[in-house]
């Protein structure tokens, strides 16, 4: 294969991609003003159905500017050669090959930074704030974006340069040891993400005696589920929109609550929600999702290993010096569409396995409650209540509120 037939494959691959994209859209978009279905026509009276359309209407819009924006950046960038000339920067500069990787992904990833963030601001700071979400202030938001960049620059850049030393003494082999370090980091992060990531961005704190904690610890042993960790993180710092999350297993496994959902919900709805994620944990669902990570992360890392050795990847993107971070980028986007159909299998898995765990809520605690909030959550957060079906099979990892709530009556 010639290097400007695989340029144009690689090309064929990001413009199919994004029509895909925006033929779900607009599908999608044709069910915003669709009546609701008599079973959840509770969730919203007129004037909040109205307001949830016109935030599904201005979410719409604007993502239609962003990804046409990046797209028309991207294949600019692309036909510039655009990698040649970063490349030829970061060799500017030094010549070891971890160096330069670093060098090539930190100006590759600054610059995308520096173009996005008007838009990530615009999201932020006109249309969350418009309809009510957004209670960030400038501060942290420029604060987040800061940690962000460090935390990538730590663990991205750590991750990076310990996979191109592998590849350097290892050669094709580079993908056994890369799948072990991020099988061992993958697994770190589940058990002490809360513990040590979370904390820089939000204040964590024990769920005080009361009502609720005696509640949930009641709920735990009937079950039989040591939970000896509950915390309440500040989410109300950033956004209105409630969550709660289990993470971790063994001693490490705890349940997160933002205060925003404690402040939007009954006592018996959060027990609901915990229940529901104790379901997740009693079902195994956790040890799936990340069992199967780390096995399709293994996958990726082969096939990778088969192709990157070959100088036709970097001489498609017009680099004539082969090296792994240039053909890592024109693997990235062949791999895409395997990466697609991976991706709704787990997402076919995952809305799978919130009817599982909704069962389990069922039959250790009560539907009503549950039902109840997650329609209070659904309102809240102006959730678009009529999707295609289309762009749910496509794009979501949990079903529609109108699913889960005919499951939980059944």
């Known amino acids: 294969m010639q290097p400007t037939t695989l340029f144009y494959i690689l090309i064929a691959i990001i413009i199919v991609s994004f029509i895909i994209d925006k033929i779900l859209d607009t599908l999608n978009a044709k069910h915003f003003n669709d009546k609701i279905p008599e079973k959840i026509a509770d969730v919203y009276d007129a004037a909040e159905y109205k307001k949830s359309q016109a935030y599904k209407k201005a979410n719409e819009k604007f993502s239609n500017i962003t990804s046409t924006f990046s797209i028309v950046l991207t294949l600019i960038f692309f036909f510039i050669e655009g990698f040649k000339y970063v490349d030829d920067f970061a060799r500017s500069f030094v010549e070891h090959p971890i160096l330069v990787a670093l060098i090539f992904f930190g100006f590759i990833m600054l610059g995308s930074d520096i173009l996005t963030t008007p838009f990530s601001y615009y999201q932020t700071f006109v249309i969350e704030e418009k309809f009510g979400f957004n209670k960030s202030t400038k501060k942290t938001f420029w604060f987040d974006k800061i940690k962000g960049w460090l935390m990538s620059i730590l663990l991205g850049g750590g991750i990076l340069s310990l996979i191109i030393w592998f590849y350097q003494f290892a050669g094709e082999n580079f993908w056994i040891y890369a799948w072990i370090l991020v099988a061992i980091f993958s697994l770190l992060m589940n058990m002490f993400y809360a513990k040590l990531i979370v904390p820089i961005f939000n204040k964590q704190k024990p769920l005080e005696s009361g009502e609720l904690k005696s509640a949930i610890e009641n709920y735990a042993k009937k079950?039989?589920?040591?939970?000896?960790?509950?915390?309440?993180?500040?989410?109300?710092?950033?956004?209105?929109?409630?969550?709660?999350?289990?993470?971790?297993?063994?001693?490490?496994?705890?349940?997160?609550?933002?205060?925003?959902?404690?402040?939007?919900?009954?006592?018996?709805?959060?027990?609901?929600?915990?229940a529901h994620e104790v379901?997740?944990?009693?079902?195994?669902h956790v040890i799936f999702n990340l069992g199967s990570s780390i096995l399709l992360t293994g996958l990726t890392l082969f096939i990778l290993s088969l192709f990157i050795n070959s100088s036709l990847l970097s001489e498609a993107l017009g680099v004539s010096?082969?090296?792994?971070?240039?053909?890592?980028?024109?693997?990235?986007?062949?791999?895409?569409?395997?990466?697609?159909?991976?991706?709704?299998?787990?997402?076919?898995?995952?809305?799978?396995?919130?009817?599982?765990?909704?069962?389990?809520?069922?039959?250790?605690?009560?539907?009503?409650?549950?039902?109840?909030?997650?329609?209070?959550?659904?309102?809240?957060?102006?959730?678009?209540?009529?999707?295609?079906?289309?762009?749910?099979?496509?794009?979501?990892?949990?079903?529609?509120?109108?699913?889960?709530?005919?499951?939980?009556?059944?």
């Open 223 to 274: 079950v039989g589920f040591t939970l000896n960790n509950i915390f309440v993180i500040d989410g109300s710092k950033r956004s209105t929109k409630a969550n709660a999350y289990f993470s971790g297993f063994g001693l490490q496994k705890r349940i997160t609550l933002f205060d925003t959902l404690i402040n939007d919900l009954e006592t018996a709805e959060i027990v609901a929600v915990l």
């Open 279 to 284: 379901g997740h944990y009693k079902k195994k």
């Open 321 to 410: 010096t082969p090296s792994f971070h240039i053909g890592l980028i024109a693997f990235g986007v062949l791999y895409s569409p395997i990466s697609e159909v991976t991706g709704l299998f787990m997402n076919y898995m995952s809305r799978k396995f919130e009817y599982q765990a909704d069962n389990y809520a069922k039959e250790t605690f009560e539907a009503n409650p549950l039902i109840s909030s997650l329609k209070k959550l659904s309102k809240n957060s102006l959730s678009n209540l009529t999707p295609h079906p289309a762009y749910v099979f496509m794009h979501y990892s949990h079903p529609t509120l109108l699913e889960r709530i005919k499951n939980l009556e059944k």
